[in-house]
């Protein structure tokens, strides 16, 4: 699905060759300074590279339409975007923005169910906990059903059980689906539950303390 080929990313990746399959759960690690978040940035086009070309369904990014791209390819990042409202209006503005119609009052009273969040549809978003405003942001990108996923660490202000049965849970829904996800974690025992493909940084990292 992706292709990366001879990119490099000035003092903080140099990646020769490196293809992500579709339809499978791929984890990157590496600690940090590794160039993870970095990597999740260049599959949207928030990032370009330097020198080299990405392609995405042997197309180059660079000659895709960006909102296109961005509406196909998914992030999810670390810290949470919310927005002034309730528990819907959150849940809704992605489909807005994405020029795609409301959902049911019952799909997203699923997706809560989905993502462990015991709240009600109407509560104030900004009174959520870290985690689940994290879990909330998870929900809203799930709900644009894109055909890739990119999470940036999406489980880590979640205590460990509950990342675990949320991140299974959101693993059956991909394979169902047949969606691509690439997902950044520090947690090995994390990444051992849902991982098909696995990226190590290591190889492609040049240290330079930029995450």
């Known amino acids: 699905m992706f292709d990366l080929k001879n990119v490099w990313v000035d003092g903080i990746l140099q990646i020769e060759h490196l293809t992500i399959p579709e339809n499978q759960f791929t984890c ?7 160039g993870k978040s970095t990597m999740l940035r260049l599959l949207n086009d928030l990032s370009s590279p330097d020198e080299g070309e990405i392609f995405f369904k042997s197309k180059p990014v660079s000659e895709t339409d960006p909102l296109q791209l961005r509406r196909t390819v998914v992030m999810v990042p670390q810290a949470p975007v919310i927005f002034e409202g309730s528990i819907e209006d959150n849940l809704q503005i992605g489909l807005s923005f994405s020029e795609k119609g409301a959902a049911e009052v019952s799909e ?3 997706i809560l169910k989905l993502f462990m969040l015991d709240k009600k549809l109407s509560d104030d978003a900004e009174n959520l906990s870290g985690g689940e405003k994290q879990r909330l942001s998870w929900a809203r990108a799930m709900l644009l059903d ?9 489980t880590s202000a979640l205590d460990e ?5 949320v991140l299974t849970r959101f693993y059956e829904y991909a394979k169902k689906n047949a969606k691509t996800v690439i997902m950044i974690t520090h ?6 539950l849902v991982a098909e493909n696995w990226i190590d940084m290591s190889q492609y990292s040049i240290e330079s303390g930029v995450s």
Request: charged letters at 25%; zero cysteines; hydrophobic letters at 35%.
């Open 146 to 154: 894109p055909e890739v996923f990119l999470l940036d660490e999406p």
């Open 161 to 165: 059980e509950t990342a675990g049965t």
């Open 108 to 110: 997203l009273e699923s």
């Open 28 to 34: 990157i690690l590496g600690p940090s300074g590794s």
């Open 187 to 192: 947690s090995k025992e994390l990444a051992e």
